[in-house]
């Protein structure tokens, strides 16, 4: 059964620091990865898609790596901005859609 | 705007009351989904769709009742429903079962 954990649970950074969200998952039998964004009673906004066969996907500031074989994806926030602010969302899909329960991402002004 | 639409935002009912949540997608997505979000715990995959034919339900109780009468739209209807019921509803679509997914902003419910 597909696990998808992701540490830390809550981060809190100064703005302006970079800095790296983790998701591990516990099938490498996956067809992609995808990072959301979420405030706070809304919805998830997807930010990145990474399919098995890739490494990565960039958008802006934001960089996503898959390691499918250890079970791992990072997602990188450069020049964190308080907008930034959010809780971030990991998933896996095999033959469903399996999530991580999120890091909760607070940048400090 | 993700192009998926949920109404209403907010609801709150009664135990005996019946009521219905309302996802719209007009992307041409073929797959649709409702999950539920409840504090502290993952999203829930409560019911998935492929070309309006349920192909999935993940042992939700009989008082959510999934409806889609075609590939854009897709309700859950609600009846008797309990306190431990309140949460987040969010309605997903994807243009396949293992593509990329796109949710909408979510429904509120109350139960009390």
């Known amino acids: 059964k597909q696990e998808v954990t992701q540490i830390p649970a809550a981060l809190s950074v100064p703005e302006g620091e970079n800095l790296v969200l983790n998701c591990s998952f516990t099938d490498s039998a996956i067809y992609n990865l995808q990072w959301f964004r979420q405030d706070p009673g809304k919805g998830l906004t997807s930010l990145l898609l990474i399919q098995s066969s890739q490494r990565e996907q960039t958008s802006g500031r934001l960089n996503a790596s898959l390691d499918k074989s250890s079970g791992r994806s990072t997602l990188y926030i450069a020049a964190s901005q308080p907008g930034d602010s959010a809780t971030y969302l990991c998933?896996?899909?095999?033959?469903?859609?399996?999530f991580g329960k999120g890091t909760r991402l607070h940048i400090l002004p | 705007e993700t192009g998926v639409t949920q109404t209403p935002r907010h609801l709150v009912m009664g135990m005996t009351n019946k009521k219905s949540l309302k996802c719209e997608q007009h992307?041409?997505?073929?797959?649709m989904y409702w999950y539920k979000q409840s504090a502290k715990k993952p999203l829930e995959l409560m019911f998935v769709?492929?070309?309006?034919?349920?192909?999935e339900n993940n042992s939700v109780p009989s008082r959510f009742s999934p409806e889609c009468p075609n590939s854009s739209h897709l309700f859950l209807h609600l009846h008797t429903l309990q306190p431990e019921d309140s949460a987040l509803y969010l309605c997903a679509s994807s243009p396949g079962l293992i593509t990329e997914a796109f949710f909408g902003q979510g429904t509120r419910l109350t139960v009390v």
């Open positions: 992307l041409g997505h073929n797959a």
């Open positions: 769709y492929s070309l309006e034919e349920r192909v």
């Open positions: 998933a896996v899909r095999d033959d469903k859609i399996i």
